[in-house]
């Protein structure tokens, strides 16, 4: 009886720790593992910022289509448009400014507040106007056709931020 007893004992300190070999061989796969997800990490803060610069640019490019509608339709004022401007906005500021149309006293805005860029981190964008050339990175100032990110960096996809 004595022997069982001993014999109990001395299973239970085989079973009660890990070898060194077990140990090193555990630590190796973590470590693996862990260089493999470190990149997985990266890309995915990449695609958030890229998804949450999409977002930015449709809603800045909803907001100038909208007052280009509303400009057509004569809610624009004579005063607030130049000549030649092709109904689009003069600035981004105008449309979180608003306009004031002809005849009433209520004020229309476009935007609660211009966008930060993700990639750049800063409410500045590049922008065109419907007489700068199609690509040209420089605004000629007439008026706000489209915009873009200031960014020179690249997307996961390959493509430029500013070709977006």
Same mark, same amino acid.
């Given at each position: 009886m004595l022997r069982s007893f001993e014999r109990r004992g001395a299973i239970r300190k085989r079973i009660a720790g890990f070898t060194l070999l077990e140990m090193i061989i555990t630590l190796a796969i973590l470590a693996v593992?862990?260089?493999a997800a470190i990149p997985l990490a990266r890309n995915d803060a990449k695609r958030r910022r890229e998804q949450r610069l999409k977002y930015a640019l449709y809603e800045l490019r909803q907001a100038i289509? #909208?007052? #280009?509608?509303d400009c %057509?339709? @004569?809610?624009? @004022?004579p005063l607030d448009r130049k000549i030649n401007d092709e109904c689009y906005p003069p600035t981004l500021e105008i449309l979180? %400014? @608003?306009i004031n149309p002809p005849n009433t006293t209520r004020t229309i805005k476009y935007l609660r507040e211009?966008?930060?860029d993700p990639i750049t981190g800063?409410?500045?964008? *590049?922008?065109r106007s419907v007489q700068d050339e199609p690509?040209?990175?420089?605004?000629? *100032? %007439?008026?706000v056709w489209d915009v873009y990110s200031r960014s020179e960096g690249t997307a996961l996809n390959g493509t430029r931020y500013k070709e977006w």
């Open positions: 593992l862990a260089t289509d #909208k007052y #280009k509608t %057509e339709s @004569g809610m624009v @004022g979180v %400014e @608003g211009i966008p930060i800063e409410k500045e964008w *590049g922008m690509l040209s990175e420089g605004w000629g *100032g %007439e008026n």
